[in-house]
Nanobody, 125 residues
Framework: QVQPVESGGGLVQAGGSLSLSCSAP????????MGWFRQAPGKEREAVAA????????YYADFAKGRFTVSRDNNKKTVALQMNSLEPEDTAVYYC??????????????????WGQGTQVTVSS
């Protein structure tokens, strides 16, 4: 099974950009729908964005629309989350997750089977 590994987190000033990457070097990577989730201190985990296994369907949380972009490269077996116009409220641990196939309910974390360890994103004001 695919095991996601996140990278690219860090500290950025408000208004800045950050790109997260998730690597899942599994031969069957192209059959996995990939999602990004986040959890801020004292808050529940929430969906950020997701992209279906074929890349045809995407999901964005309302707060991510217009600022974040999710993409995947099945040849490199990676999925990326480009985050622009970051705000202090975006500070959280960001997780990459995978589920086999799936083209609906992309933002439903309960449907994801494999999770990465997370990467910290801190946005200073």
């Amino acid at each position: 099974q695919v095991q996601p590994v996140e990278s690219g987190g860090g500290l950025v000033q408000a208004g800045g950009s950050l790109s997260l990457s998730c690597s899942a070097p599994e031969r069957a990577f192209s059959t996995y729908t990939m999602g990004w989730f986040r959890q801020a201190p004292g808050k529940e985990r929430e969906a950020v964005a997701a992209i279906s296994w074929g890349g045809g369907n995407t999901y964005y949380a309302d707060f991510a629309k217009g600022r974040f972009t999710v993409s995947r490269d099945n040849n490199k077996k990676t999925v990326a989350l480009q985050m622009n116009s970051l705000e202090p409220e975006d500070t959280a641990v960001y997780y990459c997750a995978a589920r086999l196939y799936g083209s609906t309910r992309l933002g439903d974390s309960s449907l994801y089977e494999r999770w990465g360890q997370g990467t910290q994103v801190t946005v200073s004001s």
